[in-house]
RNA sequence: GCCGGAGUGGCGGAAUGGCAGACGCGCUGGAUUCAAAAUCCAGUGGGGGUAAACCCCGUGUGGGUUCGAGUCCCACCUCCGGUACCA
C-alpha cells in the first residue's frame, strides 16, 4: 500500500484544502506585498478541459504557491467566460436553454480544475453570464454611451502621466452653433454621432449559415472562423465602439509593460499607425458651368484664405496618402466604388460601366475580392480633379484596390512610385512621372522588379523607396523625408492639406445577432409610424441588469433580424413616462464584451454597489501575471486595455494598464507521428514524391501520376535518420514525414486530462506539462514522458517512505542527524536554482535541478529529515498533493501551503575543490583540479605542470594567459 | 511579400561569450526475480583508436569579431505563427 498511490493522496488534500478554505484570499492587508495572478478565464465548453489549459494554469498555480510561502498576498481566481455561439447552437439543436447546457459545461470546468489542484480562490468564482456580473458589462457599455473622445483634452492621470485625449461625459460635448440652432433633436443626433459608442449603418459581413453577423476578426479568407461557412457584404445597422480614438494611446501604453515584444509589435501592427497628410483635390462644384482651370485659381485663393476645413466641402475630393512627397507624380485618382462622389463625377458617356462596376464590387465577398487580387479592375469616370500643387488636371477612375474603409476612401494615384498605381496604370495606360530619384546604389526589389514592364521602347520598373525629388518644381533635390515636412508645412499654409495619421485598426463592430449575449441596456424611441427615429433612452443604472427573456425557440430568424426580436412583448416594447414608445435593442454583445472587464471584477466579485470599489482596485490592480493561450495576443487584449483606458479616463479605475506582465503560453500539439505513403498497389512512395491535395479521401496525392496515395502511420523502429530527414529501415530512398500536429478530434490525437491524472495522477501531470520545455514554446504531447515524471515522483516517494512497511512511514534512511556537507550543498544548490528559476519562469529546469537532487539524495544512504523536508518545500508548488502528504509523514499538522519558503545560504554552495577546463589557443586540452578559492597565479601553475598540457605547450611561447578565477585558463602559444 | 519566432543527439530539451548536449524519454548491458512487472547500477553525439590513454569532427549554411562563439555582428537557407491591395 505505501507505494506512491497519487489517487488517495491527491482525494485526500484536495477534500483538506476545500474544508480550509486553504486558498481563500483575506481582506487586503496595508504594507503587505500583493500578487495579482491570473489565468485567461475558459470557455466551458462541452468537451470539457484539454491538456492546454492545465499548462498555463499550473505555471500561474506554481507562481502562485511560491508567492504565499515568501509571505506574499496573494489574488488567484478562476471564472468562466460563458457567453457564445456553442451554447445557443446546441440549444438550437435540442430545445435545451443555453443557461442549462452552460451550467452543466461549468461544473464539468470546475471539477476537472480542482481535481488538478490549483489553490483558486474559490469563493470568487463568476460567470459571464451571471446576471450579477453582466450588469456591470451593461453599466460598462452605458459609460462608453454616455462618452465621447475629446482628442485636445491635456490632463494628468492619476498614476502623474501628461495625457492628449480622453474620454469625457457627452454632456460636455460642444455643439457646433448650426447644430444648436436646428433644435434639440438634431443636438441628439450631434451627440449620438460622438459617442464612443454608436451605431452605424454599414456593410457588414453577413453569414447566412450562422444566421449572424461577424466581426472582420471572425472572418479567415472570407469564409467564418466557425464553420467555414461563405460570407457576403450587406448594409445593416450595428453598434460600433469607437477604439480608433485609442490607437494612440493603445500604442503608447505598450511601452512600461513586460510583455513580449513580439506580442507588442502584433498590437502594434493591428493598430498600424501610418503617418502622412490629407490632400484636397479640387473637383468644382455639383454643376461646374465654368472652366474647371479658372475655377481652381478661385478656389486657391479662398483657400489660401479660409485654410484647411475640417470636413472636406463639396467641391473636393480628399484623399490620404502617406507619400505628399510625390504629389507631383499624381497621374490619377481612384475613388472606391463605395464612395460617395462616384455618382456626381461620373460622366453620362461613363453611367453604364461605372454602375456595372459597382455592382459587381457590391456582389464581391471579402474572398472575391482577394481572390481576384492579381489584376487590377476598374473604370474611369469622364471626370477630372486638379492637383493642388501644381494645377494639373488628372482623371477620376473607380477600383475596388481602394478600400472605403480606410483613409477617405480615396487616393492620389503616383504610378511610378506606388506598385499597385503602377499596376493598375500599366493595364489602363495612365501616364507614369517619376518624382523621386533612387539613390545611385539603388537596385530595384523583387516586388518592383516583377513588375518591369516595356513603356516607349524602354524597360522600367516602379521605385517605392526613398530618394532625391526631381520633376517637382522648386523641391527638386530634396530627400524625401525632408521634402514630406516641407510639403506638409506649405500645404497647410494653402489651406489645401494638413498632416494627418491613419489606422489600420477599425472601429469595434460591437452588436452580434445571437440570443446568448449580454442585452443592451439601450431603447430606441419610435415614432408615431412605430419607426424608429434613431434617437435612443439608455436604462438607467438602477434598472439594471436587463436580463434575458424566455425564448420557446433560438433558431436564427434566417433574416439579419437577431433572435431576440422574437422576444415576448412586454420585453421588447414600454412606453416611457413622457408617452414615448420605446422598442428595445435585440442586438446582443459579442462574446469578447464579458472578458474585457472580468480581471476588475475579481477584485471586488460581490460588490452590490459598483462594479470594482475604488479601493479594492487601487490594491488589486494590475494584474500582476496574465498568461494565456497566444490566440489571445491581438484581440482580446486590445479590447480590455481599451475598456480599461475609457474606464480611467472617467475616474473609475487607477490605473491605467490592466496586465503589467503578459506571457502566452506555447500550444501543445499531438505526439510526434511518422507517416509513410503508399500507391493504391501497395508500393512505398518517398514523401518528397507526394503533396497534399483537396482531390481525394487521403488528402494526398504522388506529385508525378496525380494518383491518390494512403497514408500509413509508422512505429519508430521501421524508419532511421537520414541527414535531415528520416527514411524507412527496409529501404532508404523512401522517405517519411515526422512530425506533431495541432490536437483535433477529426486527427484523434487529443489527449484527455481526465484519463491522465486517473493513469498518472495530477501532480505527474503537472509536472509533466511544466518539464516538456519551455512554457512560450510550441511542444509536442509525449505520453512516455509522462512516465518519466511519474517515476520521478516515485523517486521522491521512496526517498522518504519505506514501501515496505504497510503503513506510510518514513524510511529508515531518514534521520534526525546532522546533514553532512555534502547533502547542504545539494539542498542548497538546489533552493537557489529553483527559486530563481520559478523567478523567470523556467519551470522546465526548476524541476530538472530538483530531478539531480532526487538523485543525488537517492545516493546518500542516510538522508537528513531537515534536507528532506526544505526539498519538500521546494517540490509542493510543482507538485503539491504529494508535497502535502510527505509534508505530514515528516511529522508536520499542518498544511505546508503557507511554510515560508526556504532560502539557500551562498556560504554553503561553495565546494573546496573545483576542476576547471585548462584551453590551448581555445580548445579544450585538458581539466585541473585546484581549490575554489585559488588565485590566478595559482590556476595558471597548477594548469602548466598539467601532464596533457605540458604536451601542448612543449616547444611552444606563451604570449598570453588567460586565468578566470574558479572558472577555466586560457593559454595563447606560438 | 511584410512582421514576429525558431533551427543543438534517435526524441523533448539544457547551457551569465568560458568543459556543448544538464534533466527526461528511448536504446544497450548488468543486478534483483522461478519468471515478469516494478526498482537499482552502468553506458549512450559521430569518426578513429585496443570499448584503455588519447586524437579528430560536431549546435541550419557561408563569412566576421574575440584568447575563446550554440551564444555577438553581416549575408543567406529552412520551418512555424501572424498578416496581407491599409494608399
Not at 506574499?72 to 456553442?86: E, R, S
Not at 489542484?117 to 468564482?125: A, I, K, L, P, Q
Not at 516517494?797 to 546532522?818: F, G, K
Amino acid at each position: 500500500m505505501p507505494r506512491y498511490d497519487a489517487k488517495r493522496i491527491e482525494t485526500k488534500w484536495q477534500t483538506y484544502w476545500d474544508q480550509h478554505e486553504t486558498f481563500k484570499t483575506g481582506e487586503f492587508v496595508e504594507g503587505k506585498e500583493k500578487l495579482y495572478v491570473l489565468d485567461m478565464f475558459p470557455y466551458p465548453s462541452g468537451d470539457g478541459l484539454h491538456v492546454g489549459h492545465p499548462e498555463g494554469y499550473t505555471a500561474t498555480d506554481i507562481v502562485c504557491r511560491h508567492a504565499r510561502m515568501q509571505g506574499k498576498q496573494v489574488l488567484h481566481p478562476m471564472g468562466w467566460d460563458a457567453f457564445g455561439l456553442p451554447a445557443e447552437q446546441h440549444a438550437i439543436k435540442t430545445g435545451t436553454p443555453p443557461r442549462i447546457t452552460t451550467q452543466k459545461n461549468i461544473d464539468t470546468f470546475r471539477r476537472q480544475l480542482k481535481m488538478l489542484g490549483f489553490s483558486y480562490d474559490w469563493s470568487r468564482e463568476f460567470s459571464t453570464t451571471d446576471p450579477e456580473y453582466f450588469r456591470w458589462t451593461q453599466w460598462i457599455f452605458l459609460q462608453l454611451f454616455e462618452s465621447w473622445f475629446d482628442p485636445e483634452n491635456e490632463w494628468t492621470g492619476p498614476d502623474g502621466k501628461k495625457r492628449v485625449g480622453r474620454a469625457r461625459p457627452i454632456s460636455e460635448l460642444p455643439i457646433p452653433e448650426k447644430i444648436k440652432f436646428a433644435g434639440e433633436e438634431a443636438i441628439r443626433h450631434y451627440q449620438n454621432r460622438n459617442r464612443l459608442a454608436y451605431q452605424h449603418e454599414a456593410p457588414v459581413n453577413w453569414c447566412s449559415a450562422l444566421g449572424t453577423v461577424l466581426a472582420n476578426e471572425e472572418i479567415i479568407d472570407g469564409k467564418s472562423e466557425r464553420g467555414d461557412h461563405p460570407v457576403e457584404r450587406i448594409p445593416l445597422r450595428q453598434w460600433m465602439l469607437r477604439i480608433t480614438k485609442y490607437g494612440d494611446r493603445l500604442i503608447d501604453g505598450l511601452e512600461g509593460l513586460d510583455w513580449s515584444e513580439s506580442i507588442k509589435s502584433l498590437q502594434k501592427n493591428w493598430i498600424g499607425r501610418s503617418e502622412g497628410a490629407e490632400v484636397d483635390f479640387f473637383i468644382g462644384s455639383e454643376n461646374q458651368t465654368t472652366d474647371l482651370d479658372q475655377a481652381f485659381e478661385t478656389w486657391k485663393s479662398t483657400r489660401a484664405a479660409s485654410g484647411f476645413s475640417e470636413e472636406p466641402e463639396a467641391d473636393v475630393l480628399r484623399i490620404y496618402t502617406t507619400r505628399p512627397d510625390t504629389l507631383y507624380g499624381a497621374t490619377y485618382m481612384v475613388l472606391s466604388p463605395e464612395h460617395p462622389f462616384v455618382d456626381r463625377l461620373t460622366i453620362a458617356d461613363q453611367k453604364q460601366a461605372v454602375e456595372a462596376y459597382r455592382q459587381k464590387a457590391a456582389l464581391k465577398s471579402d474572398l472575391d475580392r482577394t481572390d481576384l487580387a492579381k489584376e487590377k479592375t476598374g473604370v474611369f469616370t469622364g471626370s477630372y480633379a486638379v492637383n493642388p500643387v501644381n494645377g494639373a488636371r488628372i482623371p477620376v477612375w473607380i477600383a475596388d484596390y481602394v478600400l472605403i474603409s480606410y483613409g477617405t476612401g480615396a487616393i492620389m494615384a503616383v504610378p511610378a512610385h506606388d506598385l499597385r498605381d503602377w499596376e493598375f496604370a500599366v493595364e489602363f495606360s495612365l501616364p507614369i512621372i517619376p518624382v523621386v530619384q533612387p539613390a545611385d546604389n539603388y537596385e530595384p526589389s523583387k516586388d518592383e522588379l516583377a513588375l518591369e514592364t516595356e513603356i516607349d521602347g524602354e524597360k522600367r520598373t516602379p521605385f517605392s523607396g526613398m530618394g532625391t525629388a526631381i520633376h517637382s518644381g522648386e523641391f527638386d533635390g530634396m530627400k524625401t523625408a525632408d521634402f514630406k515636412k516641407q510639403i506638409t508645412a506649405n500645404l497647410i499654409e494653402q489651406g489645401v492639406g494638413k498632416g494627418a495619421v491613419n489606422y489600420r485598426l477599425r472601429d469595434w463592430l460591437f452588436s452580434r445577432q445571437h440570443f446568448w449575449g449580454e442585452p443592451f441596456p439601450i431603447w430606441h424611441e419610435l415614432d408615431a409610424e412605430g419607426k424608429i427615429t434613431g434617437l435612443m433612452r439608455p436604462d438607467p443604472e438602477e434598472s439594471l441588469p436587463v436580463e434575458l427573456p424566455d425564448l420557446k425557440e433560438y433558431k436564427p430568424t434566417g433574416t439579419p433580424e437577431p433572435p431576440l426580436s422574437s422576444a415576448p412583448e412586454e420585453w421588447l416594447y414600454k412606453t416611457d413616462s413622457d408617452g414615448t414608445r420605446l422598442y428595445r435593442e435585440v442586438n446582443s454583445m459579442p462574446q469578447w464584451a464579458g472578458s474585457c472587464w472580468y480581471y476588475l471584477r475579481f477584485a471586488d466579485p460581490e460588490n452590490n454597489e459598483r462594479f470594482v470599489d475604488l479601493r479594492n482596485e487601487q490594491n488589486w490592480l494590475p494584474v500582476d501575471l496574465y498568461i494565456g493561450g497566444g490566440e489571445h495576443a491581438v484581440l482580446h487584449l486590445l479590447y480590455a486595455r481599451f475598456w480599461h483606458q475609457v474606464l480611467f479616463d472617467l475616474g473609475h479605475v487607477t490605473c491605467a494598464e490592466p496586465f503589467q506582465k503578459l506571457v502566452n503560453q506555447g500550444m501543445i500539439l499531438g505526439d510526434v507521428e511518422l507517416t509513410g505513403f503508399q500507391t493504391a498497389d501497395g508500393t512505398w512512395v518517398s514523401s518528397k514524391a507526394v503533396e497534399e491535395s483537396d482531390e481525394f479521401d487521403t488528402g494526398w496525392i504522388e506529385k508525378s501520376s496525380g494518383k491518390p496515395v494512403s497514408i500509413l502511420s509508422l512505429e519508430s523502429d521501421q524508419v532511421q535518420k537520414q541527414g535531415e530527414d528520416f527514411t524507412l529501415v527496409d529501404d532508404s530512398t523512401i522517405y517519411v514525414n515526422s512530425r506533431a500536429y495541432k490536437m483535433s478530434k477529426a486527427r484523434g490525437n487529443v489527449v484527455n486530462p481526465d484519463f491522465v491524472v486517473e493513469q498518472y495522477g495530477a501532480d505527474s501531470l503537472r509536472i509533466y506539462e511544466m518539464f516538456m520545455g519551455p512554457l512560450e514554446a510550441t511542444k509536442p504531447w509525449s505520453m512516455s514522458g509522462l512516465d518519466g515524471v511519474s517515476r520521478f515522483l516515485g523517486r521522491v516517494w521512496r526517498l522518504m517512505i519505506e514501501e515496505r512497511d504497510e503503513e506510510v512511514t518514513l524510511s529508515a534512511a531518514v534521520t534526525d542527524d546532522a546533514p553532512s556537507e555534502e547533502q547542504l550543498r545539494i539542498l542548497h544548490k538546489t533552493i537557489k536554482a529553483v527559486t530563481e528559476d520559478i523567478e523567470k519562469l523556467s519551470l522546465n529546469t526548476a524541476i530538472s535541478r530538483m530531478m539531480e537532487f532526487t538523485n543525488a539524495m537517492g545516493q546518500q544512504k542516510s538522508r537528513s529529515k531537515a534536507v528532506l523536508s526544505e526539498f519538500v518545500l521546494l517540490l509542493s508548488p510543482f507538485a503539491p498533493h504529494i508535497a502535502e502528504e510527505l509534508w505530514s509523514v515528516l511529522g508536520n499538522t499542518e498544511s505546508l501551503a503557507y511554510q515560508p519558503w526556504p532560502i539557500y545560504d551562498e556560504s554553503l554552495l561553495q565546494e573546496s575543490i573545483v576542476e576547471i577546463p585548462v584551453q590551448v589557443n581555445g580548445k579544450l586540452r585538458s581539466k585541473v583540479s585546484v581549490a575554489a578559492d585559488a588565485d590566478q597565479a595559482t590556476m595558471q601553475q597548477a594548469a602548466e605542470q598539467d601532464e596533457t598540457v605540458v604536451k601542448f605547450l612543449e616547444g611552444k611561447t606563451i604570449v598570453k594567459a588567460i586565468v578566470i578565477p574558479g572558472r577555466m585558463v586560457n593559454f595563447v602559444v606560438k
